[in-house]
């Protein structure tokens, strides 16, 4: 299966890409309402977000390559 790698605007405070801000797929541009999870894999930091799309998506951060993949997208339910 191929990599689905997006651009990610990050917020950058004590460390480099602490939280995504905002995400591009494709020339659409989703703005992050909410984290709702975020924890560390090896290699990777992995981040359960809600866009103000009303999705919930899980993005993964790369921190050998610095590349970031949409891991899965789930539509808002209500």
Avoid at 14 to 24: M, T
């Amino acid at each position: 299966m191929d990599k689905t790698l997006i651009k990610v605007d990050t917020y950058s405070g004590y460390r480099a890409d602490e939280r995504p801000l905002s995400f591009h797929i494709g020339k659409k541009v989703l703005k992050v309402e909410e984290v709702l999870d975020h924890w560390y894999g090896e290699g990777a930091d992995y981040f359960k977000l809600k866009a103000d799309d009303r999705c919930n998506y899980i993005l993964r951060h790369d921190r050998d390559t610095d590349e970031w993949e949409l891991v899965m997208m789930e539509a808002d339910r209500e």
